[in-house]
């Protein structure tokens, strides 16, 4: 099993990304999905987080300009991310909780993270 990230880039303040991250391999189900971000020198703290049901949780710090969506079909998590600010810029990684098939046991993974950088 294994997630991988993509979207990140270089953007002017006030503008907008979308950040996807999909999971593949041998997966039962997936449970949770979020995004969690790192700036330098700073730890890792959760941005957005998405039950499989679609219920969703953003920290207050980006509440009201980013948006957690998922599809279960494609095993993918979303994060779009508008009015972005230079407190913005950090490594974005995605994590699941999974089952992978012929287990029952739920482990985290995480993608390779994507590095968001906004600046003019």
């Known amino acids: 099993v294994q997630l991988q990230a993509y979207g990140g880039g270089l953007v002017q303040p006030g503008g907008y990304l979308r950040l996807s991250c999909a999971a593949s391999?041998?997966?039962?189900?997936?449970?949770?999905m979020g995004w969690y971000r790192q700036a330098p020198g700073k730890q890792r703290d959760l941005v957005a987080v998405i039950t499989s049901g679609r219920r969703s949780n953003v920290a207050d710090s980006v509440r009201g300009r980013f948006t957690i969506s998922r599809d279960n079909a494609k095993n993918t998590v979303y994060l779009q991310m508008n009015s972005l600010k230079p407190e913005d810029t950090a490594v974005y990684y995605c994590?699941?909780?999974?089952?992978?098939?012929?287990?029952?046991?739920?482990?985290?993974?995480w993608g390779q993270g994507t590095l968001v950088t906004v600046s003019s």
């Open positions: 391999g041998s997966i039962f189900s997936i449970n949770d």
């Open positions: 994590n699941a909780d999974i089952i992978e098939r012929g287990s029952s046991l739920l482990r985290g993974y």
